[in-house]
């Protein structure tokens, strides 16, 4: 059989089992609402978080950096692709969660992919070594992706069970006397398939009992979790207790792309040098770089718009359980509407759409066998009617399907 034969039965079977994931071509910005073959539709698949992807002020910031220092730098940092914006940012981003020094990806995959494998993949002036790293069971593909790069001779890699600490503290206890060099205890802040947060207070407690390094991918909670939307760690009241914090630029912070990495100034500054997705990559352009200061500066001065999240994420979720749909609890934007059954998310999502909803159906791989759902994400672009339509919406589909 050839590799025609071979791709294009698979391609079949994820058809036939209404697993294939189609993509569906917008005709408008992102927004609150978009428009899908000239049809108006309430966005609810969207990371979207704050309505910054069309703010007004983040698009001329945008076409400022472009007019300022060009469409793109044509090179990675240490050549010639650092340029005083990039220096900017970084500093801002530090300063809002709570870190010493920052460091610039082109995403927060690229950052995570590139941490795992300068921290535990160099000798450091030691001939013989061994690290460890602990991560949770639902921790993003990234966060995998991450770790597989780490070489299996010098890393042990252990997976504890979801937001489990006594499954994470008994790992640690059977360790503890091991000459490990470090310790890395890894998790995902919200975890984005469950709307979830890491339980943070106790894995706080846990690296500081066991002397290990905690790192947490924040993608889904900077810009969204916290009074300011500071973040996990701003939540939990924990600012300044997390050694390595990953975000994104491509989410709430404007939804364009780029990811950072915070923490202190020496671990930052060993990136710089060991980072391969750092050291090999262009730098972002400057349209990006100066867009997310913008939206960093909306976020910092107007309250009202974390607020609003706040207030519209608190409305959907009590109103979408209100009509019967079993729905992962939670505070986060991240609403799971459960289905169970890959094919019926799949025609649920069919139905919505040709309501006037678009949002998207989950399942295996992303998810568990048997855990389907429509992941629902709210904004602050959305208005009282905009989730009123939506909610009317998944009452009529519901009912149609005998979901609810």
Excluded at 287 to 305: E, P, Q, W
Aim: hydrophobic content about 40%; aromatic content about 8%; charged content about 25%.
């Amino acid at each position: 059989m050839n590799y025609s034969e071979l791709l294009s039965g698979e391609i079949r079977r994820l058809e036939e089992s209404k697993t294939f994931k189609y993509e569906t071509a917008l005709r408008s910005p992102q927004g609150g609402r978009v428009k899908v073959d000239g049809k108006d539709l309430v966005m609810l698949a969207s990371n979207n978080y704050l309505g910054m992807s069309n703010h007004p002020k983040v698009k001329k910031a945008a076409t400022d950096g472009i007019k300022k220092f060009g469409y793109g730098v044509a090179s990675a940092r240490f050549l010639c692709g650092t340029q005083t914006i990039h220096q900017e940012l970084e500093k801002k981003i530090s300063k809002f969660v709570g870190t010493e020094d920052t460091l610039l990806f082109s995403s927060s995959f690229a950052a995570n992919v590139g941490f795992f494998s300068a921290v535990t993949n160099e000798k450091l002036g030691l001939e013989t070594y061994k690290d460890v790293i602990y991560s949770d069971r639902l921790n993003h593909a990234s966060i995998i992706d991450g770790q597989r790069l780490c070489r299996a001779e010098v890393t042990d890699k252990k997976i504890y069970n979801h937001a489990d600490t006594g499954d994470l503290e008994r790992q640690l206890e059977e360790d503890k006397n091991k000459d490990y060099r470090f310790r890395i205890i890894a998790t995902d802040g919200v975890f984005s398939m469950e709307g979830d947060m890491a339980p943070l207070q106790k894995l706080v407690e846990l690296k500081q009992k066991y002397n290990a390094l905690l790192f947490v991918d924040d993608a889904h909670g900077i810009g969204v979790v916290g009074k300011t939307g500071r973040g996990i760690a701003e939540h939990f009241g924990q600012l300044g207790n997390i050694d390595i914090i990953v975000g994104t630029l491509g989410k709430a912070i404007g939804g364009a792309a780029g990811g950072f990495v915070s923490g202190s100034g020496q671990m930052v500054s060993y990136l710089r040098q060991k980072a391969r997705t750092y050291v090999f990559s262009n730098s972002l352009p400057p349209s990006i770089v100066m867009a997310s200061m913008a939206a960093f500066d909306l976020l910092t001065k107007n309250k009202s718009i974390v607020k609003r999240l706040h207030e519209n994420t608190a409305y959907f979720r009590k109103e979408i359980k209100n009509l019967g749909f079993t729905v992962i609890d939670g505070s986060h934007p991240i609403v799971p509407i459960m289905l169970f059954e890959a094919s019926v998310a799949q025609d649920m999502s069919a139905e919505l759409q040709k309501a006037g909803v678009y949002i998207k159906g989950l399942w295996f791989p992303v998810v568990p066998k048997g855990e389907a759902r429509l992941r629902a994400q709210i904004s602050a672009a959305h208005t009282r009617k905009d989730l009123d339509h939506a909610l009317e919406a998944f009452e009529n589909v519901g009912k149609k399907m005998k979901v609810v």
